[in-house]
């Protein structure tokens, strides 16, 4: 069963078309990417899912259905902007948003518990949400969409504010919420993370579907005939200087992108470097999920 399902939903404010024509699902037990640039409707779209405002046409189904009250508890909404009740303490705060979300406070207080240790935040249970760091705030916020153990959750920018640490901390429970069967929509502007986590992905732009499908598939589908070489020695990266029917050389870390001339394969290439150094690594290049998004917005192109 589809956790979510849009078709033909369409949405405008004041007459301007913010959203247009949007179809998409996102399958249960997966991370779902919700991208684009500033303004392309991303909020929008996930108020809609919600049932905050209605579309103008079209068709939403969450978990099969409408969205009903029960439907509700079942979802996590981490919303872009945030708000805790600042005097409340932590272990309070927790135990409230679960019990809002119906789930009996004895059950409500173990998770809370639980949830405070793996996120290492157990020791400043007792504290006031005003007594904590920004990043602190933040991780808890978090927790407090995932509290009612839902099968559904919606994360609007969840790294937002946090530092090396408390961003992996984050990232491996949403992958642990995801290998335990369930659901999560992640909208967010760090495209390393939706790389590196979203198993697929929705990029609006103005409104409009620009690219939906896998992460993997729509990074192929993006190829540009580039060739990643790794040298035995990193001294020999100069000696692709030498070597007639290069376009356009970049440096990554440890190996380079190479870009041929039209009409030149990688065979001639891969034989031009082979008889020059030490290959340890040689493949086609895939450009990054960053590198499409930016791609696909300054050309206006999509599907
Ligand atoms: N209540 C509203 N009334 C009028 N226009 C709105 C309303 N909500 C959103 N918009 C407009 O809809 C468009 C999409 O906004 P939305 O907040 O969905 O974008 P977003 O993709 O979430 O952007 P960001 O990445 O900046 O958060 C914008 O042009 C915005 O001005």
Do not use: W
Request: with cysteine.
């Amino acid at each position: 069963m589809h956790a979510l399902e849009f078709e033909g939903v369409s949405k405008a404010f004041a007459e301007k078309n913010v959203i247009r024509d949007i179809s998409f699902s996102v399958e249960q037990g997966e991370i779902f990417g919700l991208l684009g640039p500033n303004g392309a409707g991303k909020t929008t779209l996930i108020r809609l899912l919600l049932d905050i405002i209605k579309p103008d046409s079209g068709e939403i189904r969450v978990f099969g259905g409408s969205l009903s009250p029960a439907a509700k508890d079942r979802i996590g909404y981490l919303p872009e902007e945030r708000g805790l009740y600042r005097k409340t303490k932590l272990l309070d705060t927790l135990v409230y948003l679960a019990q809002l979300k119906n789930v009996p406070r004895k059950e409500a207080h173990a998770n809370a518990e639980a949830l405070l240790k793996s996120l290492e935040l157990y020791d400043y249970r007792g504290k006031r949400v005003e007594e904590l760091s920004k990043g602190m705030q933040q991780k808890i916020q978090f927790l407090s969409s995932i509290i009612h153990e839902p099968e559904l959750i919606i994360l609007d920018e969840p790294f937002s504010g946090l530092d090396p640490i408390s961003t992996k901390t984050v990232k491996d429970k949403i992958l642990e919420y995801r290998n335990s069967g369930r659901t999560v929509i992640l909208s967010t502007h760090m495209m390393e993370q939706a790389q590196k986590l979203c198993d697929r992905i929705l990029m609006l732009n103005k409104g409009e579907r620009v690219l939906y499908g896998t992460v993997a598939g729509i990074r192929k589908e993006h190829r540009n005939n580039s060739l990643l070489v790794e040298f035995a020695e990193k001294r020999n990266m100069s000696i692709i200087q030498e070597i007639p029917g290069i376009r356009k050389i970049t440096e990554h870390d440890g190996s380079v992108e190479i870009f041929p001339e039209e009409g030149i394969s990688a065979q001639i290439i891969l034989q031009e470097l082979v008889r020059r150094a030490d290959i340890l690594r040689f493949e086609q290049g895939l450009p990054s999920l960053n590198e499409v998004f930016i791609e696909t917005v300054e050309s206006g192109s999509g599907e």
